[in-house]
């Protein structure tokens, strides 16, 4: 279920750059509402889709790739 949540973030990573970060943002706020419920277990899960949201290999910024590089979903 992870890499169908990485993939789809990918998708649209590559239309909106800005995408990651804001579900980066989202997965926090769930993250903080599942702990405070005791929902350690998928609290666990989303806190590792949010930092996967940050890896730059993953979801480069436009500041990572030289003028001339194409985004390619893996």
């Known amino acids: ?4 949540a990485i993939c789809l973030a990918q998708i649209l990573h ?6 990651a970060r804001r579900m980066n943002y989202a997965a926090g706020k769930i993250y903080n509402r599942l702990k405070g419920q ?3 277990g998928a609290a ?3 806190y590792a889709f949010g930092r996967t949201l940050l890896d730059r290999e993953l979801f480069p910024t436009d500041d990572d790739l030289p003028e001339d590089a194409e ?4």
């Open 14 to 19: 590559e239309a909106d750059s800005s995408v």
């Open 71 to 74: 985004i390619h979903v893996t």
């Open 38 to 40: 005791g929902n350690d």
């Open 1 to 4: 279920m992870m890499e169908i």
């Open 44 to 46: 666990e899960l989303v």
